[in-house]
């Protein structure tokens, strides 16, 4: 079954320690990958989408790029504030997106 | 430029009765989709909508759970003679176009079913 992985389940960082979290998918003829952001008692924020290997967004310290079989979100120099749930999230068909579990960031001060 | 909204907040329900969980969509947006998410768990897809029409509901239950997106008005989820297995968090999505548009979500409704 098409499957959308996320790695590793929790993460933990010093202030300004970069980092990267993992999404690998196994969904055939991929249609977009989606990055979301959680935070604790509200719903996703959209962050990122990409579209074809090779693919780069960034947003203030966030960076999205993506391969043929998994996407990676690099954290440059952490705030607290970026503590947070991250998403990712690929169409599974026509009319449904696959969430991974999440990557739990916590970024100490 | 209000985002998705979702009504209640939270929901606390005993066993047997009926929860509904109201969602209005983004402006411009004519597609809903909901999510159901338990604690420690992913997003789960239950149902597709447009308006008046359900494209997919293949992740909802067929019992007890029932969706809808009138002409005029939010769309609802309904549940009905709830249980306890279905506290959760649910929340709405909603989209310009297709799936594979980006979807932007409310801030869900937390049901509790005592």
């Known amino acids: 079954e098409d499957q959308v992985t996320q790695s590793p389940e929790a993460l933990r960082l010093q202030e300004g320690e970069s980092s990267s979290l993992n999404c690998s998918y196994t969904?055939?003829?991929?249609?977009?990958l989606f990055w979301y952001r959680q935070d604790p008692g509200k719903g996703p924020e959209f962050l990122f989408t990409?579209?074809?290997a090779g693919e780069e967004k960034e947003k203030e310290r966030l960076k999205a790029t993506l391969t043929k079989k998994e996407s990676f979100l690099h954290i440059t120099a952490p705030k607290p504030e970026d503590s947070a749930t991250y998403l990712c999230a690929v169409p599974y068909n026509n009319n449904d997106m696959r969430f991974g579990a999440g990557t739990r960031l916590t970024v100490k001060p | 430029n209000a985002g998705v909204m979702q009504n209640p907040r939270h929901l606390v329900r005993r066993r047997g009765q009926e929860a509904r969980l109201r969602c209005s969509p983004m402006?411009?947006?004519?597609?809903v989709y909901w999510y159901r998410q338990l604690p420690e768990e992913g997003l789960k897809f239950m149902v597709y909508l447009q308006k008046e029409n359900i494209i997919d509901e293949s992740g909802m239950p067929k019992e007890r759970f029932s969706a809808e997106f009138p002409k005029e008005g939010p769309s609802i989820l309904r549940i009905q003679q709830v249980v306890r297995g279905d506290s959760a968090a649910y929340f709405c999505?909603?989209?310009?176009?297709?799936?594979?548009?980006?979807?932007?979500f409310g801030p869900g409704t937390r049901l509790t079913v005592l």
């Open positions: 990409l579209y074809s």
């Open positions: 969904v055939s003829g991929l249609r977009g």
């Open positions: 402006k411009g947006h004519s597609h």
């Open positions: 999505a909603s989209s310009r176009t297709a799936v594979r548009d980006e979807q932007f």
